[in-house]
């Protein structure tokens, strides 16, 4: 699977960036949470996977790595500027991502590239599984407003079309035996606790700060059944989550590469959509 890089704008109207989920600003949050999480951690997977590529001599998983680097760096473009527009509606965006980018520079000069590429598979790991949620089911989004669901769509169609490239990098680069086994999945442990940590502690922070958005019961019962119920996000990627456990776990043992048929038509609607705007 050779990742394509697709130099794409999207229209996102400024005046409903806190309320543009159908289901009201509870989950719009949580999905402007996880817009805050991207330029500073697609910046951190490119320096991972960059920091072996020296080492890779397929000229396929080369091409692929280069792919891989172009697309992280579009979709770091377009989440600065979405996460721009959180800030010049007073919500603290750019607090938020100097903060991250403090802890990540602190973890790529003080730690071993192999932990920091191990970090880099997990959290591509996460960003598949959410993206196969969004994908599986239109109902996640509804008739939420157009531009930001085609942001999201195309975002996470890429994360399905590169979701094995680091993988195949750490594959190659480090030696295979029990150590690369637990460094995988330990790492895999640390960071789900500190990705949901971060991610409940912005989208925490976007509600306080948003505060039309507090104290709607019905809101906040809304975000709950999205998160936790039973088709909820969480119970959704239990399952595939365990499987990164596995000894021989590869991204592409859920091959669900007929999600990208649809990738050339959201493009043309996404740049119809621009154009109007």
């Known amino acids: 699977m050779l990742p394509i890089r697709r130099d794409i704008h999207f229209a996102l109207p400024a005046e409903r960036i806190k309320d543009w989920h159908e289901q ?34 397929d000229p396929e998983l080369k091409k692929e790595i280069q792919g891989f680097i172009g697309q992280e760096a579009m979709h770091s473009r377009e989440h600065v500027a979405y996460n721009d527009l959180l800030q010049a509606a007073g919500l603290p965006a750019h607090t938020l991502d100097r ?3 403090f ?14 590429l191990a970090v880099t598979i997990a959290l591509e790991h996460y960003t598949a599984m959410l ?7 239109p109902s996640r989004f509804g ?19 590169h979701k094995a490239v680091a993988f195949d990098v750490w594959n190659r680069v480090i030696k295979p035996g029990p150590m690369r086994y637990l460094l995988r999945t330990g790492t895999m442990l640390t ?15 976007l509600l306080i700060a948003d505060r039309k958005s507090g104290g709607h019961l ?52 996404i740049e119809q959509t621009q154009r109007g705007y």
Do not use: C
């Open 191 to 205: 960071t789900t606790v500190f990705f949901w940590l971060v991610v409940f502690d912005f989208h925490l922070r």
């Open 103 to 116: 802890i990540l520079d602190l973890q790529k000069k003080h730690l071993p590239p192999s932990f920091n």
């Open 24 to 57: 009201g600003p509870f989950i719009t949050h949580f999905f402007n949470a996880l817009s805050l999480l991207f330029p500073q951690g697609e910046l951190f997977f490119m320096d991972s996977v960059r920091h072996y590529r020296q080492h890779i001599d």
């Open 218 to 269: 019905k809101g906040f019962w809304r975000m709950l059944k999205f998160l936790y119920g039973p088709k909820g996000v969480f119970p959704r990627m239990l399952v595939p989550w365990l499987h990164y456990f596995k000894p021989g776990f590869h991204p592409w043992d859920h091959d669900n590469r007929a999600r990208l048929a649809g990738i050339d038509g959201l493009v043309e609607e």
């Open 143 to 161: 008739n939420s407003l157009k531009g930001y669901q085609q942001m999201w769509y195309w975002h996470a169609l890429e994360e399905t079309e």
């Open 131 to 137: 993206a196969e949620i969004l994908l599986s089911d």
């Open 99 to 101: 903060r991250l980018k």
